[in-house]
């Protein structure tokens, strides 16, 4: 495998008011990571940052052929769901690859998903709120014991106590 893989954990739901901030934020990162050697990309293609990452270095591919974004599905149904809507029907058909982790959801799907993506990255970009439950802090905590690089685009108020 040539080049340097790249994944991303966030939020499926951020303020409204926070979107622009974060899709510019991760535009940056991507920039970043290119600039880095990095030419794969992956995503979970959950809603929100996921999606939006996706959306991002599919656009960066139009002038920047080398690059690649490979979709992480947690579930084959899930994967169903996406392909019947129109905008990530397209998104996955541009994909490079498409892996599906497991037959079944199961509730450790997603945290399997998440840790595939890391072992598989030298760099995660985390969009991130402070909150201390849930998958994004789980795959941020991951990524850490993987000694892997982490940048990190803080969103909404962080309360640290």
């Not at 599905?73 to 994967?79: A, D, M, N, S, T």
């Not at 890391?118 to 993987?146: C, L, N, P, W």
Request: aromatic fraction near 6%; include cysteine.
């Amino acid at each position: 495998m040539e080049g340097k893989t790249c994944c991303v954990t966030g939020h499926r739901n951020l303020p409204q008011k926070e979107i622009n901030h974060v899709k510019a934020a991760l535009r940056r990162e991507i920039d970043s990571a290119v600039a880095d050697g990095f030419t794969r990309f992956m995503s979970g293609f959950a809603d929100g940052v996921d999606q939006y990452f996706a959306e991002i270095v599919l656009e960066k591919k139009k002038t920047n052929p080398a690059l690649e974004l490979i979709a992480v599905v947690p579930y084959q149904k899930r994967l169903d769901n996406l392909m019947e809507k129109g905008r990530t029907y397209e998104m996955l058909e541009a994909c490079a690859d498409v892996v599906v982790m497991q037959e079944k959801c199961h509730p450790s799907v997603y945290s399997h998903r998440n840790r595939y993506m890391v072992e598989h990255s030298d760099r995660v970009i985390a969009v991130y709120d402070g909150r201390e439950k849930g998958g994004t802090v789980r795959t941020i905590r991951f990524a850490h014991q993987m000694k892997k690089e982490l940048r990190e685009i803080p969103v909404g108020e962080i309360h640290l106590l």
